[in-house]
């Protein structure tokens, strides 16, 4: 069929509450034009993130009433950890309440002074959580994934010649590869099988870790299925467990492809790193077997680690987010091409072509939608990107200014996402009214969560 339906049916629903223009403008005024300063109550479609904002099954509703919370031990801290086995094959597992913990304690463990890390694209708690230990974070992206209008299968990839020269002239500096599946701040766009093999092989022949940031990797491995040559019979399980294959662990936040509201995990195969790990942990997290999670938390994700690795669920998933993608694509919004796993990413710079880079157009774009449909997205350009240089004070901006509409899994239906593109297509319409905005408050890391606005 042509269709591609829900593989689930709707059990339990939750009101949206309707709001006008002039309600959203006075919320606006008073969040300084940041929409992680609204209210969730006072928002019609929420794809601000993916990120712990999923419905649960009833088979997690059900987990969760068996969860075990003994503080050491619990026989849902021992389910959580097979199924982490099972995809990764990792052999310490070390449970976090979320993925940014799980970063916190790698960096940690591994700094040391003049450190450097390199990656396909850093994410931005990965970036905060390397630059607050003192170290640098480089990103090495393909030049296909720095053009939104550009098409490439694998858009994720990480800059295999870059890499190499930056591993050679780096040297003992370079305390991990870290390749992110899929590159969220690129688009969420997927990582080639190949890709990940070439990167892995470059580290170890410099004696450099190999680690992935796995928090999209079943999407990524359906990317797989559906675009790398040979790989299209293979199960999806096995993809995934092929992208985890020879790494030297995994950071994950369960809050995207665990399906699950909160929580995490760090997982190694060297014994002191994983020492180093758990002591910290129980320093910052809790107790091994809990790491920051209650037991029905573990027994929620455990489930949705195999929930997740259902294909009709990805065909689902992936077609969700393309069908979004191509409804603005024909009305002519400039967008990163193809559609990523999790979400469709708006180029504000093209979309807003008068507004520089320093007047924020990601941010006045985010903004402009909510005001015009209660729709909020999240800015992915120079306020979340972006610095201030010491010296002289001047912007410094990344690559691309884009907004990010993440569709939470299993949670819009197809007349919502029918509303969304109907709210980006007005604003686009009257693109050429909208104006850039000046920071007035931001704080020294992940800036973009408490800044403030106003008008230029």
Same mark, same amino acid.
């Given at each position: 069929?042509?269709?591609?339906?829900?593989?689930?049916?709707?059990?339990?629903?939750?009101?949206?509450?309707?709001?006008?223009?002039?309600?959203?403008?006075?919320?606006?005024?008073?969040?300084?034009?940041?929409?992680?300063?609204?209210?969730?109550?006072?928002?019609?479609?929420?794809?601000?993130?993916?990120?712990?904002?999923?419905?649960?099954?009833?088979?997690?509703?059900?987990?969760?009433?068996?969860?075990?919370?003994?503080?050491?031990?619990?026989?849902?801290?021992?389910?959580?950890?097979?199924?982490?086995?099972?995809?990764?094959?990792?052999?310490?597992?070390?449970?976090?309440?979320?993925?940014?913990?799980?970063?916190?304690?790698?960096?940690?463990?591994?700094?040391?002074?003049?450190?450097?890390?390199?990656?396909?694209?850093?994410?931005?708690?990965?970036?905060?959580?390397?630059?607050?230990?003192?170290?640098?974070?480089?990103?090495?992206?393909?030049?296909?994934?720095?053009?939104?209008?550009?098409?490439?299968?694998?858009?994720?990839?990480?800059?295999?010649?870059?890499?190499?020269?930056?591993?050679?002239?780096?040297?003992?500096?370079?305390?991990?590869?870290?390749?992110?599946?899929?590159?969220?701040?690129?688009?969420?766009?997927?990582?080639?099988?190949?890709?990940?093999?070439?990167?892995?092989?470059?580290?170890?022949?410099?004696?450099?870790?190999?680690?992935?940031?796995?928090?999209?990797?079943?999407?990524?491995?359906?990317?797989?299925?559906?675009?790398?040559?040979?790989?299209?019979?293979?199960?999806?399980?096995?993809?995934?467990?092929?992208?985890?294959?020879?790494?030297?662990?995994?950071?994950?936040?369960?809050?995207?492809?665990?399906?699950?509201?909160?929580?995490?995990?760090?997982?190694?195969?060297?014994?002191?790193?994983?020492?180093? @790990?758990?002591?910290?942990? #129980?320093?910052? $997290?809790? =107790? +091994?077997?809990?790491?920051?999670? *209650?037991?029905?938390? %573990? &027994?929620?994700?455990?489930?949705?680690?195999?929930?997740?690795?259902?294909?009709?669920?990805?065909?689902?998933?992936?077609?969700?987010?393309?069908?979004?993608?191509?409804?603005?694509?024909?009305?002519?919004?400039?967008?990163?091409?193809?559609?990523?796993?999790?979400?469709?990413?708006?180029?504000?710079? @093209?979309?807003?072509?008068? #507004?520089?880079? $320093?007047? =924020? +157009?990601?941010?006045?774009?985010? *903004?402009?939608?909510? %005001? &015009?449909?209660?729709?909020?997205?999240?800015?992915?350009?120079?306020?979340?990107?972006?610095?201030?240089?010491?010296?002289?004070?001047?912007?410094?901006?990344?690559?691309?200014?884009?907004?990010?509409?993440?569709?939470?899994?299993?949670?819009?239906?197809?007349?919502?996402?029918?509303?969304?593109?109907?709210?980006?297509?007005?604003?686009?319409?009257?693109?050429?009214?909208?104006?850039?905005?000046?920071?007035?408050?931001?704080?020294?890391?992940?800036?973009?969560?408490?800044?403030?606005?106003?008008?230029?």
């Amino acid at each position: 069929m042509k269709t591609i339906i829900e593989p689930f049916k709707i059990k339990s629903v939750e009101p949206i509450r309707m709001t006008t223009r002039a309600e959203r403008a006075l919320h606006l005024a008073e969040a300084g034009q940041n929409l992680f300063l609204i209210r969730a109550e006072d928002v019609l479609i929420d794809l601000l993130t993916d990120s712990g904002t999923s419905s649960m099954s009833a088979e997690q509703w059900a987990g969760i009433m068996r969860g075990d919370e003994s503080y050491a031990g619990s026989r849902s801290f021992f389910r959580f950890e097979e199924e982490v086995r099972r995809i990764t094959g990792f052999k310490h597992v070390i449970p976090t309440h979320q993925g940014r913990a799980a970063e916190k304690i790698l960096f940690t463990i591994l700094h040391r002074e003049g450190a450097v890390y390199l990656g396909n694209t850093h994410f931005d708690t990965t970036r905060a959580n390397i630059e607050f230990a003192g170290a640098e974070a480089i990103d090495l992206p393909i030049p296909e994934g720095t053009v939104p209008s550009t098409y490439h299968p694998f858009k994720g990839n990480i800059d295999l010649g870059r890499l190499e020269q930056e591993l050679a002239a780096r040297g003992s500096a370079v305390r991990a590869v870290i390749v992110t599946v899929t590159n969220n701040s690129g688009g969420g766009q997927p990582v080639s099988l190949e890709n990940l093999h070439a990167a892995r092989d470059l580290a170890h022949r410099s004696g450099t870790l190999f680690i992935v940031d796995s928090c999209r990797f079943a999407e990524n491995a359906y990317f797989v299925k559906r675009r790398e040559p040979g790989q299209s019979e293979r199960p999806v399980l096995d993809i995934a467990q092929e992208i985890f294959a020879g790494a030297d662990g995994t950071t994950m936040s369960a809050k995207k492809d665990g399906l699950a509201n909160i929580g995490g995990f760090l997982a190694l195969n060297d014994d002191e790193l994983a020492r180093q @790990a758990r002591n910290l942990l #129980i320093l910052t $997290e809790g =107790f +091994p077997t809990y790491g920051g999670l *209650a037991g029905r938390d %573990l &027994e929620a994700i455990a489930q949705g680690l195999r929930e997740v690795l259902d294909e009709s669920y990805l065909l689902y998933r992936l077609r969700s987010v393309e069908y979004l993608e191509e409804k603005l694509q024909r009305n002519g919004v400039p967008m990163i091409i193809p559609a990523g796993g999790h979400a469709v990413y708006l180029d504000a710079g @093209a979309f807003l072509p008068h #507004i520089p880079p $320093e007047q =924020f +157009p990601g941010q006045v774009l985010a *903004a402009e939608l909510y %005001l &015009e449909g209660g729709v909020r997205g999240v800015e992915i350009g120079s306020v979340m990107f972006g610095k201030r240089d010491p010296k002289t004070g001047a912007h410094v901006g990344p690559r691309m200014e884009l907004v990010r509409l993440a569709i939470p899994r299993r949670v819009y239906t197809q007349s919502h996402i029918d509303y969304v593109a109907e709210v980006v297509l007005q604003v686009f319409a009257r693109r050429a009214e909208l104006s850039g905005l000046r920071m007035t408050y931001e704080a020294p890391f992940l800036r973009h969560f408490t800044a403030r606005f106003a008008a230029v």
